[in-house]
Every structure is written in C-alpha cells, then in structure tokens.
C-alpha cells in the first residue's frame, strides 16, 4: 500500500521532500531543481499536490500533539506572519503561523517537547480562543494583546494564566543602551543582568527549588528594576522611546513578576522563539504559502517534523516510517504510538 495510491512516489521520497521544505527551509522549486540536475523530472506542482495528501494524511497526528500541548502545566505562544497567495489575485495577503510549545524540562520535568503549529489568516484574538479553548494553565507570552483573550479574570476559574517575557522588555532597553541614547536604559540592562544568571543556576531543578532561588535573589532585583521605572517615567517625554520601554514593562508588571512566584514558569518566551526560527527561513527561502490549503499543510507537517528534531530524531526517518504505517491502515485508536517522542527504528 501507498499514501499516494497507484502513484510513483515511495514514502521515503514524500518524506524526502517534506523534510528538505518543512525542516530545511528548501522550497519545491529549488527541489525541482536539484532532481533535474540528477535527470530526474519531479514537477513542483505535484510535489506540491503530494505535500497537500501527506498534509491531509498528517492531520490527527498533529491535532493529537496540540492536545498533549494543552495538558500541559506551562505553554508558550507566539505567532509570525506567512505570506499567503490570495486566490484569483495573483497577489499575496498577510496569514499568521501561531505555535504553541510544551517543554517540561526546564523545571524538571520528564515528559517530551513539543511544538503545534495552527495557520490562521487572521492575528486577532478569536484565534488563540479557538486555539486554546479550556486551557486553564500557565501561558506564556511576549505580551501581545490578543492572548488577553483567554487570560483568567482575577475572580474566574476559567481562562489560562498568563505570564511575561523579560527578554522583550531587555530588547527594548537594550537597544537603547547600545545606542548610547538613554543613562535609563543602561541602568536597567545593568540591573536586569543577573537575573539570567540565576535561571542557568536553577535550570532543570524542581519548581521548589527554582521559585527558592528565584525569592533569594531576582525578587529584589525585579522590585528595584520597578521602583526605578516609577520613579524616571514622570521625569520623561511621553512619547520617548525611553517612556515606551518603561510603560510596556509598567504595563505588564503582574505578569512579569509571576516567575517569581512559580517555578514552572520561565524567565522568557525564548523557548517558543526558537521553534518560530525555523519557520521564518522556510518562509524567506518560499516567499509565500501557495494558497490556505498550503498553509495548512505547512503547520502540519511543520508540527510533527519540528517536534521530531526537538525530541533529538531523524525527521526523515520518522516521517517515512509514520507514512508506511498510515498507508498500511494504521488505526487511530493506536494514534500515540505515532508520536515522534514514542518512535523507534
């Protein structure tokens, strides 16, 4: 039995291909290329309509992964545009790749990684509702809007609740301390150093243990970091860069200081950034999601071969030996044990 029935490919070329598009940022023209040069005519339209079966084919297992995302104590979100071909235009519109990431390590825990990505057309609220719909634990975010959407009320049980990035809060003071533009800014980057410092101390440790630490040492760091921003924000224009930087942070102050209190949660979002990158080299080398449907396909096959190399595998050997099993009629009754972090050769 075949994925694509009565068709050339094996599921080691689908799986091939998939991986040198979706984990190796290699688009299906410059694939086409390549197998031409080998004497070998693969026409990147139909490795486009094979993606789009495997894709299909793919779907349960990813919509399985975002489900094991979401029984997770602690997610990270984040989101990053993919242009998409609007049809009958022959121009592009702006879509979104929304991910969300489960990794238990950093506070010591034993289960796997992984990563799910979701294609929207849209970067409003609505999505991350769909998306996170009766998730009511830790989400951590770079402070957009949008996921003030299912944050819990102060008095409501339901709704996740949300936690800050201080690496988005450095960034904008950063900048100006490199530029030499703000004593401020360089004030907070000096302050703000040994925070860091004491996250590599405590990483994987239990969140006992990291919360310890955290009330030992960052707590007072984080107080002085805000009583330094009350105290300047008056003496600033308001429409500085300086004044933006120090509202932003004021802005999300109970978010931030929440890893102070909870060693589940991470200093920053930089967990879900890294599994973003990825994608925007795959997009930069693509130039564009061919339609909806390929956007689709690209966050699913994107969700499994990336939480394959998060949990430390060969995505292609995964991948070819997953297809085999689907077109042998694989039930999905038994769907978890295809799962990249149950695989084995």
């Known amino acids: 039995a075949r994925i694509i029935e009565s068709g050339i490919p094996t599921e080691a070329l689908l799986a091939q291909i998939a991986v040198a598009k979706y984990a190796d940022g290699l688009p299906l023209y410059r694939q086409e290329a390549i197998y031409a040069r080998d004497r070998v005519e693969i026409d990147r339209t139909q490795m486009a309509q094979w993606m789009g079966k495997i894709g299909f084919e793919l779907e349960p297992l990813a919509e399985h992964i975002l489900a094991r995302i979401k029984q997770g104590e602690r997610i990270f979100a984040d989101e990053t545009t993919l242009p998409t071909l609007a049809p009958g235009s022959g121009k592009t519109k702006t879509a979104y790749l929304w991910a969300y990431v489960r990794d238990d390590r950093p506070f010591g825990g034993s289960g796997p990684p992984m990563v799910a990505y979701r294609f929207e057309d849209s970067r409003a609220g609505d999505c991350v509702a769909r998306h996170m719909d009766g998730y009511r634990g830790i989400l951590q975010v770079d402070g957009y809007a949008a996921y003030n959407r299912v944050a819990r009320s102060d008095r409501g049980n339901d709704g996740a609740t949300l936690a800050a990035c201080w690496s988005h809060v450095r960034r904008k003071f950063y900048e100006l301390h490199t530029a030499g533009s703000s004593i401020i800014a360089s004030q907070t980057v000096e302050l703000m150093a040994p925070?860091?410092?004491?996250?590599?101390?405590?990483?994987?440790?239990?969140?006992?243990?990291?919360?310890?630490?955290?009330?030992?040492?960052?707590?007072?760091?984080?107080?002085?970091?805000?009583?330094?921003?009350?105290?300047?924000?008056?003496?600033?224009?308001?429409?500085?860069?300086?004044?933006?930087?120090?509202?932003?942070?004021?802005?999300?102050?109970?978010?931030?200081?929440?890893?102070?209190?909870?060693?589940?949660?991470?200093?920053?979002?930089?967990?879900?950034?890294?599994?973003?990158?990825?994608?925007?080299?795959?997009?930069?080398?693509?130039?564009?999601?061919?339609?909806?449907?390929?956007?689709?396909?690209?966050?699913?096959?994107?969700?499994?071969?990336?939480?394959?190399?998060?949990?430390?595998?060969?995505?292609?050997?995964?991948?070819?030996?997953?297809?085999e099993r689907i077109a042998n009629g694989w039930p999905n009754s038994d769907i978890g044990a295809l799962m990249p972090w149950n695989y084995k050769s």
């Open 195 to 323: 925070l860091w410092s004491v996250e590599e101390k405590v990483r994987s440790q239990e969140p006992v243990a990291r919360m310890s630490a955290r009330q030992e040492t960052s707590a007072a760091i984080v107080t002085a970091l805000f009583a330094l921003w009350e105290k300047e924000l008056p003496k600033l224009s308001g429409k500085s860069k300086p004044a933006e930087a120090i509202r932003y942070a004021l802005n999300r102050r109970t978010a931030l200081e929440r890893f102070l209190a909870d060693g589940r949660i991470e200093i920053d979002s930089n967990t879900v950034e890294r599994a973003i990158r990825p994608q925007t080299i795959t997009r930069k080398n693509s130039l564009f999601a061919g339609s909806d449907g390929g956007g689709r396909t690209w966050a699913t096959i994107a969700t499994l071969l990336t939480t394959a190399k998060m949990n430390q595998l060969d995505p292609h050997a995964w991948l070819t030996q997953t297809l």
